[in-house]
């Protein structure tokens, strides 16, 4: 009987057995070989590497489910070698509640009429 599932992996969900593989003191090079470039790379240092990733179970019609996210943070030192390496699953993440509050503008709000009316005039055709 054929199953109406899909999983779909997003990211980069590098695989428990390989994670092991990586050790303290192993060379950037060495990590990138096996689990390949890291999601994410803060922007004023390259000393911690992200790895994000995970895997979705879709059922015929019925939304995706989350069933694995992980996010797997390896720390270097000076040198480039493995300083600690941290990883995160689903279980650690925490809700945020979103809040439906907005932000006031210190602009003004013109209606179509102003803003149309408004630009009469400011255009000085002697600039070029």
């Not at 990590?31 to 790379?41: A, E, H, Q, R, Y």
């Not at 040198?79 to 600690?84: E, I, M, T």
């Not at 509050?101 to 400011?122: A, C, F, P």
């Amino acid at each position: 009987m054929a199953s109406c599932a899909q999983v779909e992996i997003r990211g980069n969900l590098p695989e428990k057995v390989v994670l092991n593989e990586i050790s303290i003191g192993m060379h950037k090079s060495e990590v990138t070989k096996l689990i390949g470039s890291p999601s994410i790379v803060p922007a004023f240092s390259d000393d911690v590497w992200v790895y994000i990733g995970g895997k979705l179970n879709k059922k015929a019609f019925f939304d995706a489910k989350e069933e694995q996210r992980q996010a797997v943070y390896i720390k270097f030192n000076y040198f480039g070698r493995v300083q600690d390496i941290e990883v995160k699953e689903i279980s650690d993440g925490m809700n945020v509640a979103f809040s439906k509050d907005k932000t006031k503008s210190l602009g003004q709000n013109y209606g179509i009429i102003k803003q149309l009316i408004g630009n009469i005039g400011r255009f000085n055709p002697d600039l070029k």
